[in-house]
């Protein structure tokens, strides 16, 4: 592995990796953890439209072999392209005929800002192996919730199974949201940097005004992207995987309980309704 690339061989694998592959020239990347024996634990939307989430994150931004068939499984692994949520695949299926990659953890700052791209490394450090094993397998088993683009997607699963750190708040925490948001807020200030360049008598299409422009890009990009790292926000926590399954269950009964409510409020109104038609006229006048 390089500075610039973190492509490893499959040799250099070791159960608990946190490994990724790029999709559609580099424009995103899909990740999982490695978990031996060729196998791969990974979340996917697969080909269904599925969650609550916003309308961006209902398309489909993870593994889908293209040497598979949408209607036949691959005969190694079982692996279907219509399978949403935590799956386990091989490795084949995992990579999509791309290349693999490590995802770093521990790295130190410098190291994070010279990465060209989000989604490849981070500041937090990794658990042990046993523990990033041990929640992949029960998550596998009982889901990681909704698929969404932005704010739980492939990226998310494989950190939080590597750190067992959860956002608290409503933003992404996956260095590929990170980058995108990160890029829209570059060029969403851009108008703000030419007042400097006014003031000063500097046109913006000048060699200097140039290379003041793009300087003020790419530190403004850096410390958006260093600032959404997991490894460096406050509003993290450390949440038991059974703790984080257990949120769902709960949420399903209020909502069960609060149908169940308006349908006991709709049969009272009824049988009042009812009652009031059945009773003598005399009665109601």
């Known amino acids: 592995m390089g500075v610039l690339s973190n492509k490893i061989t499959r040799d250099q694998l070791k159960a608990g990796d946190h490994i990724y592959s790029w999709r559609q020239a580099y424009f995103y990347s899909h990740h999982g953890i490695y978990v031996g024996e060729e196998k791969v634990i990974h979340f996917t939307q697969g080909q269904k439209e599925t969650g609550k989430g916003t ?9 889908r072999p293209p040497q598979i ?31 693999l990659y490590l995802f770093e953890y521990a ?7 010279v990465q ?23 998550l596998l088993k009982n889901g990681f919730g909704d698929y969404n683009l932005f704010k739980n997607n492939c990226e998310d699963f494989a950190i939080y199974c590597k750190t ?3 956002v608290l708040t409503t933003a992404g925490r996956s260095g590929q949201a990170a980058s995108f948001m990160a890029a829209a807020s570059t060029i969403g200030i851009l108008p703000l940097d030419f007042v400097p360049l006014v003031l000063s008598g500097v046109r913006a299409t000048s060699l200097p005004g140039l290379g003041y422009l793009g300087c003020r890009m790419l530190y403004t990009y850096c410390e958006n992207r260093l600032a959404s790292d997991i490894g460096v926000r406050h509003d993290v926590s450390k949440v038991p995987v059974e703790k984080l399954i257990a ?14 409510n308006e349908i006991v409020e709709k049969n009272q109104f ?16």
């Open 55 to 63: 309308k961006s994150s209902q398309y489909t931004f993870s593994c």
């Open 69 to 99: 068939s949408v209607d036949d499984p691959c005969p190694r692994c079982g692996y279907h392209s219509k399978r949403d949520g935590v799956i386990r695949s091989c490795l084949d299926c995992f990579l999509s005929g791309g290349d």
């Open 107 to 113: 790295v130190d700052k410098v190291y994070f800002i």
């Open 116 to 138: 060209p791209r989000g989604g490849t490394c981070t500041l937090a450090s990794s658990d042990p192996p046993e523990s990033v094993l041990y929640r992949a397998f029960y």
């Open 164 to 166: 067992e750190l959860l």
């Open 247 to 260: 949120i769902e269950p709960e949420e399903e009964e209020e909502e069960e309980e609060e149908a169940s």
């Open 270 to 285: 009824i049988s009042l309704h009812e009652c009031i038609n059945s009773m003598p006229q005399t009665l109601l006048s």
